[in-house]
């Protein structure tokens, strides 16, 4: 039969609480509470024994509830666009694992520059996070200044923008830039050009400028093909207007939009290898057969970390100057360029 409760309800019927998590470990409410708070002072035999209770009665931490008593959530909000790019889902994935390895939970909040960002304001706000970290794509300026006015701490990935008492994780895009030129020319380019949507995207601008900079002190003159956004589709379209200039090496600042001219170049008839392309990213399609992409790797699961310390040092303190980390990139070279 089904343990009756004192209120006439059975055990599976009741929800179990913190109370009942005690009881059973022997240990105080307070030391439940705790156990399951990141940080807090308890002993392992005493964290180990709330454990051990929590799972033989099914019992499941109410975070909701705790944000309302603490005025602060264990969440986190990823705010992000562009999630059609493959490398978005890899920075996405990374950043959620690191979160949840520290015992913070992640939500996933989709935007774009030309959404409303009151919205997702108004649901980081709602959920009483505990920090927010925006990804290149996303529009920052709103968001920073709602949450630095709710005492809400920020760090921005791949994002030029300064804001007082919000930090930045940049990729070394400058290094991106003059390796690609180096590279193209020491693989037998002679005329070259650099793919950027420079007006969406930070990331992007830094990467044409340096690469288009390291041409001219070589002597090499290197123009830009803009492009409205960077992706698959308008990496497809510029393949006419390379063939157009006689361009035999292109750095693409984005794996997504190289995919798109070198199957452009496929269906263009130029032999592969007739203009030698190299990306950056280094997304799970870059490396097959179709592609074989030469490109550059930010590791995500460095930027995430960075990204994550910071976030926590401006937890413990507010008041810090704001700081800039820089994400090392490695050439992966293959048969593309």
């Known amino acids: 039969m089904r343990s009756k409760e004192p209120n006439g309800a059975t055990r599976e019927q009741r929800r179990v609480t913190s109370f009942d998590v005690a009881r059973a470990a022997g240990v105080s409410r307070a030391a439940v509470s705790r156990a399951f708070t990141p940080d807090a002072s308890v002993s392992e ?3 180990e024994k709330v454990y051990q209770a929590a799972r033989e009665l099914g019992y499941r931490v109410n975070y909701l509830a705790r944000s ?6 264990d969440f986190v909000g990823l705010v992000a666009a562009g999630l059609d790019n493959p490398f978005r889902t890899q920075q996405l994935e990374h950043l959620a694992r690191a979160l949840i390895a520290r015992n913070y939970r992640p939500i996933l909040l989709p935007t774009s520059k030309e959404a409303d960002t009151s919205t997702v304001i108004g649901q980081l706000l709602h959920y009483a996070v505990s920090g927010v970290i925006v990804t290149s794509d996303a529009p920052p300026s709103h968001i920073c200044e709602e949450c630095a006015a709710e ?11 300064d804001f007082p008492f ?3 994780v940049v990729s070394d895009d400058r290094m991106s830039g003059y390796t690609a030129a180096d590279h193209l020319l020491a693989a037998g380019a002679t005329k070259l050009a650099v793919l950027a949507g420079t007006g969406v995207s930070y990331s992007s601008r830094r990467r044409a400028e340096a690469f288009q900079s390291r041409c001219a002190s070589l002597g090499i003159e290197a123009p830009l093909i803009p492009v409205a956004i960077n992706d698959y589709r ?4 510029a393949v006419e207007r390379l063939l157009d ?3 035999d090496g292109v750095f693409s600042v984005n794996d997504y939009m190289a995919c798109g001219v070198l199957d452009g170049l496929a269906r263009a008839g130029a032999s592969y290898g007739t203009v030698k392309v190299i990306g950056h990213d280094d997304i799970p399609q870059a490396s097959w057969t179709a592609y074989d992409l030469t490109t550059f790797v930010q590791p995500c699961e460095v930027q995430a970390e960075q990204v994550i310390d910071l976030l926590t040092s401006r937890m413990s303190d507010p008041d810090a100057v704001s700081r800039v980390e820089f994400t090392p990139v490695t050439l992966i070279k293959r048969r593309s360029a």
């Open 166 to 168: 919000v930090d930045r």
């Open 68 to 73: 309302l008593t603490n005025k602060r959530s």
């Open 151 to 161: 005492g809400v701490p920020i760090v921005l990935i791949n994002k030029g923008e």
């Open 234 to 237: 308008h990496g497809h379209e």
């Open 245 to 247: 200039l006689g361009i």
């Open 45 to 47: 035999k005493t964290r």
